[in-house]
């Protein structure tokens, strides 16, 4: 039969594909198909009925990224995604899409279709406010984080589950494009902005204090496994309503430190940040919407914490969890990770090859220069001085300091 053996499908296959194998369409359907990806690496069918408006999305990954076949990227991906998504889900309900079907021979996903909410990065381009996110992304980060750690699992249960996550492949493009080439373009692929070249130079290859920090935190990401991490949690793997938040797009999940997934919803706040410092015309507009900005990101580090110690002390099983201090201690390493990654996140997406959007999109030469010297003076501070950062305050006041 046809969906027997792999290959990549098209728009009318994926009709075929789910008529033949869902049953979430009746037999009278009429199926209308469109793929609608705008991501690095998959393609992403909506598959929707023109009659009853019923709809769903299939994900299908490749051998190489669909972006560059520069990057070969297992397939395996898939599956990885389709067990993170349906963990999560039992994790932290109703804050990712349902999986109807996974299939490890198409190696592609069917999931609900979110059309009726945003990317969040778009969102945020267009200035507007979702006051519900930060409560909804810190329940999702503390469920996913310290429910899959050893604090709260069985150990070996824990060792059985970190073996099914990691692709190697995705592993090596975040050692490589995160935590190597923004600060040593070993491959040369790097991309600067020509007006900030020579103060990169300077400012950031030049920098071997900060090159040493970053070496360490590299060795650290590739070998503590403390928790499953979502992996590539930044705004453009976020959908938005006003009243919902839905995590997609967890191909990297992998058993790592906590605090990449933290610093990295911190990073694109900041992006965020920075777009609308350069874009928003009207004083009165742009300073309510960056203090909006502020706020969702100190929320986002304080009701993190918040949530964390609560679900520590209701959840953990490890038998010296609740030795005096060890707690404060732990949090307190998840709190130097995030700034570090916050750093991290807000170097690469400048001078790496995986840009934002935020950034990108800032017309005026001038003001771009602006908002990378921003990102790139706070990263600098986020990473160099990760253990200063305890509230959310401090993530902003760097920033600030920055400006
Ligand atoms: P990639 O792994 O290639 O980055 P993503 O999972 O991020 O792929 O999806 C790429 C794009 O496809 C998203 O930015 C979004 O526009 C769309 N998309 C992905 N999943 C869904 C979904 N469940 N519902 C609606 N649109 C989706
Ligand atoms: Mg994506
Ligand atoms: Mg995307
Ligand atoms: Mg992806």
Redesign the pocket.
């Known amino acids: 039969a046809k969906y027997d053996q792999y290959f990549l499908m098209k728009p009318e296959d994926v009709i075929e594909y789910v008529k033949d194998q869902l049953d979430v369409f009746g037999p009278d359907a009429d199926l209308e198909c469109k793929e609608?990806?705008?991501?690095?690496?998959?393609?992403?069918f909506?598959v929707w009925d023109r009659k009853s408006s019923a709809s769903v999305?299939v994900?299908q990954?490749g051998d190489t990224a669909?972006i560059s076949d520069e990057f070969k990227v297992s397939i395996d991906r898939n599956r990885i995604?389709a067990e993170a998504l349906m963990l999560e889900d039992r994790l932290a309900p109703g804050l990712v899409?349902k999986v109807y079907k996974y299939d490890p021979v198409m190696n592609c996903t069917v999931?609900?279709?979110?059309?009726d909410?945003q990317?969040m990065r778009g969102a945020l381009i267009k200035h507007e406010k979702f006051p519900l996110f930060a409560d909804h992304i810190t329940t999702f980060m503390v469920n996913t984080l310290l429910l899959t750690s050893d604090v709260v699992m069985d150990h070996k249960e824990k060792k059985d589950l970190a073996r099914r996550f990691g692709s190697p492949d995705l592993c090596e493009i975040t050692e490589d494009l995160v935590y190597t080439e923004p600060f040593n373009d070993y491959k040369g692929r790097n991309i600067v902005f020509p007006p900030n070249k020579e103060w990169v130079e300077r400012e950031i290859y030049g920098d071997q204090e900060l090159l040493l920090e970053v070496s360490k935190l590299k060795f650290d990401f590739m070998t503590r496994g403390q928790a499953l991490i979502h992996g590539?949690l930044h705004t453009?793997?976020i959908?938005v309503r006003p009243d919902s938040t839905?995590v997609?797009?967890p191909?990297f999940a992998y058993y790592g430190p906590m605090g990449y997934d933290t610093g990295n919803v911190v990073a694109n706040l900041f992006f965020a940040w920075a777009n609308a410092d350069a874009t928003i015309a009207d004083p009165a507009e742009r300073a309510d919407y960056i203090q909006w900005l502020e706020k969702t990101i100190v929320d986002v580090v304080d009701l993190f914490k918040a949530k964390f110690v609560k679900a520590w002390d209701e959840h953990a099983t490890e038998v010296l969890a609740r030795t005096p201090g060890f707690r404060e201690w732990y949090l307190d390493t998840v709190l130097d990770d995030t700034a570090a990654v916050t750093g991290l996140e807000l170097s690469r997406r400048i001078l790496g090859i995986a840009k934002v959007k935020d950034i990108t999109s800032i017309a005026d030469e001038a003001l771009r220069l602006r908002a990378e010297r921003i990102c790139l003076t706070a990263a600098k501070e986020y990473i160099k001085k990760r253990t200063q950062f305890r509230t959310g305050a401090d993530f902003v006041a760097a920033f600030r300091r920055a400006m």
Request: no cysteine.
């Open positions: 609608i990806g705008d991501g690095n690496l998959n393609y992403v909506r999305i994900k990954s669909r995604e899409p999931m609900d279709d979110l059309s909410h990317i590539d453009g793997s959908f839905k997609i797009d191909e």
